[in-house]
């Protein structure tokens, strides 16, 4: 089996001149995001084929890519741009459609975070450009507004939680905080029941690797009747937990299966995520 094959059965067998968001204003409350669709026409520097070997230790072929056929959804303030900064939650869904629950949004605008997520970046798009597009859409989100740096999160459910674990320690670089949702990898073979295990499915940077472990934060989120809840536990136990990761927290939720948490849940880990002050050093 060539390399390019070899990876993506590992990935996928765990099944400027823009408006600036800046500080909030004297008397003015942000309460909703509107939605928007857009392109982007510039790739981030760190999302070509030197990058993506560097951080993810991949030596294989990139598919043909280009920004500009590329769409993407938003989910940004819907009111004049003020003086604060928002932080930033890249999405990555499992399916083409980057949906998340309605009840969301609210949150995410209460947490103040801005939200893009590709359309067509699913499970059965090339791995490497759906992490091309979570790094692509970061960057130009940063260039389009002005995100607060240490509260740049990437996330997923399901299958996009596998891309974005991966993400979230490969390029922890770039990504503060990860949000891992019914799904998760890792980047050594993790044992589990007999002689079976979840085979690793990267080799990170060590450099990066080490800012990772020492500043990121991570929430593995599971229900007590997803199907990945052992997955789950065993990559937290036996992956993060062993190696030495300071920040990861997991949480089961009780008769969730594997769907979509409550807007509820979902504040609960992103306060996790952003109580990260001082962590990065």
């Not at 070997?53 to 991949?58: I, M």
Request: glycine content about 10%; charged content about 20%.
């Amino acid at each position: 089996m060539s390399a390019v094959l070899r990876f993506i059965a590992a990935v996928l067998c765990f099944g400027l001149g823009h408006p600036q968001i800046r500080a909030q204003e004297a008397g003015t409350r942000l309460t909703t995001l509107v939605p928007m669709d857009l392109h982007f026409t510039q790739t981030a520097p760190y999302s070509d084929a030197e990058s993506i070997a560097k951080h993810f230790g991949y030596k294989v072929p990139l598919p043909d890519y280009a920004i500009t056929n590329e769409l993407f959804a938003l989910k940004v303030p819907g009111i004049s741009p003020t003086n604060e900064s928002w932080g930033l939650l890249v999405w990555i869904s499992p399916a083409d459609q980057p949906t998340v629950p309605a009840d969301w949004e609210s949150e995410l605008a209460k947490q103040h975070l801005l939200f893009v997520s590709a359309y067509h970046s699913g499970n059965g798009r090339h791995p490497l450009d759906r992490f091309r597009l979570a790094l692509d859409a970061t960057c130009n989100m940063c260039r389009r507004y002005t995100v607060d740096r240490q509260r740049i999160y990437i996330g997923g459910f399901s299958g996009g939680a596998r891309m974005a674990s991966m993400l979230g320690v490969a390029y922890a670089d770039v990504f503060t905080g990860t949000l891992c949702l019914c799904g998760v990898n890792f980047y050594a073979d993790i044992p589990t029941a007999g002689s079976q295990y979840y085979p690793a499915t990267f080799t990170p940077n060590p450099g990066v690797l080490l800012l990772g472990k020492r500043g990121g934060r991570f929430v593995l989120l599971t229900g007590e009747h997803d199907e990945n809840r052992d997955n789950t536990a065993q990559i937290f136990d036996k992956g993060f937990k062993r190696e030495g990761f300071r920040n990861v927290r997991y949480v089961e939720v009780p008769g969730l299966r594997h769907e979509m948490p409550s807007a509820k849940t979902l504040a609960t880990a992103l306060e996790y995520l952003g109580d990260n002050h001082g962590d990065r050093h």
